[in-house]
């Protein structure tokens, strides 16, 4: 399994703002912003499971945990 980028992900278009939090750790990271149907590239192709590690500026950390707010038009990535 290839760990994806998260600077990578998305078009960086839309309005569902894509927001990470890290845990235990001081970094900061852009918001992006994505339409909905590219909620699948939150999936490894492959396994056909949501990704549990994710890389940040090159860096790899584990995801705890996706949050998707439908309402707010917001998805949170937490990491650590």
Not at 38 to 47: H, N, S
Request: glycine share 2%; hydrophobic share 40%.
């Amino acid at each position: 399994m290839e760990i994806p980028e998260y600077l990578m992900l998305f078009s960086n278009k839309g309005d569902i703002r894509v927001e990470v939090e890290f845990i235990n750790h001081k970094s900061k990271i852009i918001n992006s912003k994505m339409i909905s149907s590219e909620i699948t590239k939150l999936i490894d192709p492959q396994t056909h499971q949501f990704y549990t590690e994710m890389r940040f500026d090159e860096k790899p950390f584990k995801i705890y945990r996706y949050t998707i707010d439908p309402i707010k038009k917001k998805i949170i990535i937490v990491a650590k």
